[in-house]
């Protein structure tokens, strides 16, 4: 048996044994291992907040990726490389909702904006009520 089927029997067994159900089980196993939701949220809204204050002039280090005037920036050499999202997008910081992290992509200011409020955090994509991010 694999470790996924052997996880599966277990959760199956517990749940069985508690008589909870086995969603229930899994959202718990998950929460035990330290991973947050609420945290991804703070954590993209920190990088929000520090995307906010640059700009395609500024230095960088080389393959670092940001979001910069609303576009998706990356590092090459020590210069900001922009590509623009699509149109009614903007660029954003946003939290994981399966595991610890951020990722950066191009999103709707309103989904940007009700991802952080089902991370659980309040503030906008910034923390700080700023509603956005270009």
């Known amino acids: 048996m694999g470790l996924s089927q052997n996880f599966f029997v277990i959760a199956m067994l517990a749940s069985m044994a508690s008589a909870a159900p086995l969603a229930s ?3 718990l196993v998950s929460n035990s291992s330290g991973f947050s939701q609420q945290q991804n949220g703070l954590d993209a809204q920190k990088l929000n907040a520090q995307f906010a204050t640059m700009s395609a002039n500024d230095s960088c280090t080389s393959d670092a990726q940001a979001c910069v005037s609303g576009a998706f920036a990356q590092c090459i050499g020590s210069s900001w490389e922009l590509t623009p ?14 595991k610890a992290g951020t990722s950066l992509a191009c999103d709707t200011q309103s989904d940007a904006e009700a ?4 991370a659980g955090v309040q503030g906008g994509v910034t923390g700080n009520g700023t509603t956005s991010n270009t």
Request: with cysteine; aromatic share 20%.
């Open 25 to 27: 089980y899994y959202v």
């Open 85 to 98: 999202c699509s149109s009614g997008l903007s660029c954003f910081a946003l939290p994981l909702v399966a």
């Open 115 to 118: 991802r952080f409020v089902a």
